[in-house]
């Protein structure tokens, strides 16, 4: 138990400061942490050591986080959808109607993409940061993130022609 104690006390910080980027909100931070690492030690047995245990572990919160999202969605009524114009995601993420919308199409990306435009712009981790997470260069996680821009501006165009 010491192990995941020293895990914890680690890698706490980094997983709630990850939490509250995507939440900017405290109490959902603290709650998704605590959850993450509950999960975590539940199934730390499955950790193959593939990735660094930061990046295991900031999956697991996003992860947690939108299915928490996804429960909350269920007891709110749904405001008329506003749209996107896909040309600024970044700006777009500030609107939640917007982000919602994003936030379905980020769904829909395969990893590596998913995950370092999550990393990008909710996590505010800057290029150099995320290709360190993934054992790549900077100009991997640039190259990367642009793609996964796209593709999100695609989709929202895409859903905007419906």
Known sequence: MTDFEDIYNRYFRDVYL????????ETIAEEITQETFFKALRSIDSFKGHCKMSVWL??????????HVEKQKRFEPEPPPERASGDDVEK???NKDDAFRIH?????????????????VFGELSFAQ???????????????FYRAKQKIQDALKEESSL
């Open 18 to 25: 990850f939490v509250y980027a995507l939440s900017r909100n």
């Open 58 to 67: 900031c999956q697991i919160a996003k992860n947690t986080y939108f299915s």
């Open 92 to 94: 777009a993420v500030l």
């Open 104 to 120: 379905k199409a980020l769904h829909r990306l395969n990893d590596p993409y998913k995950e370092v435009f999550t990393l990008r």
């Open 130 to 144: 995320i290709g360190q997470l993934f054992g790549k260069t900077e100009s991997w996680a640039r190259v990367t």
